[in-house]
């Protein structure tokens, strides 16, 4: 839902964005847990990403936050969507987005829901093997495809390496088929999400030239490049700032795919929404497993069913603010509400957090935008979903 704010002062002197959230927090005592999302930070992700890779079409990936306000204000902004299945479909040009704007980039689809997509407008389709081109050359006629090449996912905190894309030579193979069935074509990758390494992007790309120079051997001119998602939000260390990346991507753009350049798409999804938000959640539990036992166990009414998934395997690291901070710290492991064991946020990472801390007490976990909504179960263990809030926007 969309929430009314009062006006802040324009003299406020924090930084407008923190102002919003943190007005939004102290004013309210919604129940916990909720994500209260700032739509004027999305605009200014969108903007600072669209400036900085000026060569590129920004394509969001809507699964990080599909949230019909950020939809719409992102239409707005004249962005382009990654979708994944027709109901996102549904969503997108609900939100009212030409379906040329669309780009299906799941290379795991049923026949019917090609179709669907097609039917619809759809004409960008990813695939990444002979069966599922075989599924596109007959039901998305004439669409551009991409085929997505492997990355190893090195230096990306949540990679997504393994379960998509093939090697180079595969991909020649693939594109030479889809040539002869009259489809554009161009070539897509992911360098894995949470991607600290500016640096990732070039050694993705110099497999794209290789299938580049391939296609040209054949006197067939790429249609597009698409350089996938990765761009970060501020977990537990700091990251290059967004324009120190597309340096990089620019750099080697040009380094292997030569002057002239194809299509350029960028799918940003994490990016944009990660730090626009923050989580308030409850302390319900401190204790201790033992008496000497030198840990606590700091149990909160958000987890790892409740939008926090990101921190299963201790991945994604959430900076999480306390109202006791400054004070003395001790070490805890910190987990979700459920009867689950698997629900434990973080037991090997070195959380600290204040000793005073107790039941009753909230807490704020940051850069929680994207990839918690719609991470959240539906009533596991009778615990509701997560909610999520959107300041709008302010007049410009
Ligand atoms: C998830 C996804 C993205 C977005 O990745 P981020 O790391 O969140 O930027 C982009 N493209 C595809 C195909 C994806 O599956």
């Known amino acids: 839902m969309t929430v009314r704010l009062r006006q802040v002062p324009q003299n406020a002197i924090r930084t407008r964005s923190t102002t919003r959230l943190d007005d939004f927090l102290a004013e309210n005592t919604l129940p916990t847990p909720f994500v209260v999302v700032d739509l004027d930070i999305v605009a200014d992700r969108y903007r600072k990403l669209a400036d900085a890779l000026a060569c590129a079409d920004i394509f969001y990936a809507i699964k990080a936050n599909p949230a019909p306000q950020i939809l719409e204000l992102l239409v707005e902004l004249g962005s382009s969507f990654d979708v994944a299945s027709p109901a996102e479909i549904d969503m997108v040009l609900a939100a009212g987005a030409d379906p040329t704007r669309i780009s299906y980039g799941n290379t795991v689809k049923k026949r019917v829901d090609i179709e669907y997509a097609y039917d619809k407008g759809v004409r960008l389709f990813a695939f990444d093997c002979d069966s599922e081109l075989d599924k596109l050359v ?6 551009t495809l991409f085929c997505r090449v492997m990355t190893d996912g090195g230096g990306a905190d949540w990679p997504l390496s393994r379960k998509f894309g093939c090697g180079p030579e595969m991909a020649m193979h693939l594109l030479t088929r889809a040539t002869e069935k009259e489809h554009p074509v161009g070539v897509s990758f992911h360098v894995g999400s949470q991607q600290r390494d500016p640096e990732a992007w070039n050694a993705a790309l110099e497999r794209v030239g290789r ?4 296609l040209r051997s054949l006197d067939v001119t790429p249609a597009l490049v698409n350089i996938g998602g990765g761009f970060p939000g501020h977990y537990n260390n700091e990251v290059p700032a967004v324009e120190t990346y597309a340096r990089a991507i620019n750099t080697a753009l040009h380094r292997w795919l030569g002057d002239d350049l194809p299509r350029v798409i960028a799918e940003p999804g994490r990016y944009m929404c990660a730090d626009a938000g923050v989580m308030q959640s409850e302390v319900v539990l401190v204790s201790r497993r033992s008496l000497e036992d030198d ?4 149990y909160l009414d958000a987890g790892v069913y409740t939008g926090l998934t990101e921190s299963l395997g201790e991945s994604i690291k959430f900076r999480i603010t306390t109202p006791h ?12 509400p459920t009867c689950d064991s698997a629900d434990i946020m973080y037991e ?5 957090m204040p000793l005073a801390l107790e039941a009753g007490d909230r807490v704020t976990i940051l850069s929680t935008g994207s990839y918690t909504t719609t991470y959240s179960t539906v009533g596991f263990n009778g615990f509701p979903a997560l909610r999520d809030y959107y300041l709008p926007r302010t007049a410009v």
């Open 138 to 143: 007959q039901s998305a006629p004439g669409a």
């Open 211 to 214: 299938v580049f120079d391939h």
């Open 295 to 298: 840990c606590r166990w700091v």
């Open 325 to 336: 901070d400054g004070g003395p710290t001790g070490r805890v492991c910190l987990a979700g």
């Open 348 to 352: 090997h990472a070195d959380y600290q």
